[in-house]
């Protein structure tokens, strides 16, 4: 197999560019990974979503319900202490959802069912003489 020089310098070329490319789409995750284990080792408290008195230094099971214990988050220590604070993966348990305050038209279809009946207190008689 005979390779002109010209060749091997456009192999070559191109040999880099996918390699710069690659390590665009792939390299780029270790300093995420680096976040991930620090979360892991601030975690040292784990709780029950469905029993928060249930405190353990491990994860495992809770002992009441048999659920999987959640990591306890307690970064938010300048919050107010009578507040809720949640997980996002707790919230997803309880089924919470947010939506910001903002303006809409007011306006609310509701579809219900229902018996008429007529108010007695707007019905007059009048007995003729
Ligand atoms: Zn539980």
């Not at 197999?1 to 690659?22: C, E, Y």
């Not at 680096?34 to 601030?42: F, L, M, P, Y």
């Not at 306006?107 to 008429?116: D, F, R, T, W, Y």
Request: net charge negative; charged share 25%; aromatic share 4%.
């Amino acid at each position: 197999m005979n390779i002109d020089k010209k060749t091997k310098i456009l192999l070559a070329i191109t040999l880099l560019v996918g390699l710069l490319v690659g390590a665009l789409f792939f390299g780029g995750s270790t300093k995420e990974e680096d976040n991930k284990t620090e979360v892991k080792s601030k975690a040292e408290v784990w709780t029950c979503s469905m029993h928060p008195q249930i405190r353990q230094p491990e994860p495992g099971d809770c002992p009441i319900c048999g659920m999987d214990l959640i990591p306890l988050e307690s970064g938010n220590d300048d919050i107010d202490p009578e507040a809720i604070s949640m997980s996002e993966s707790a919230m997803i348990i309880a089924g919470i959802s947010t939506y910001k305050v903002g303006n809409t038209d007011g306006i609310k279809e509701i579809a219900l069912n229902g018996k008429i009946e007529v108010n007695e207190k707007t019905v007059y008689s009048q007995s003729s003489h």
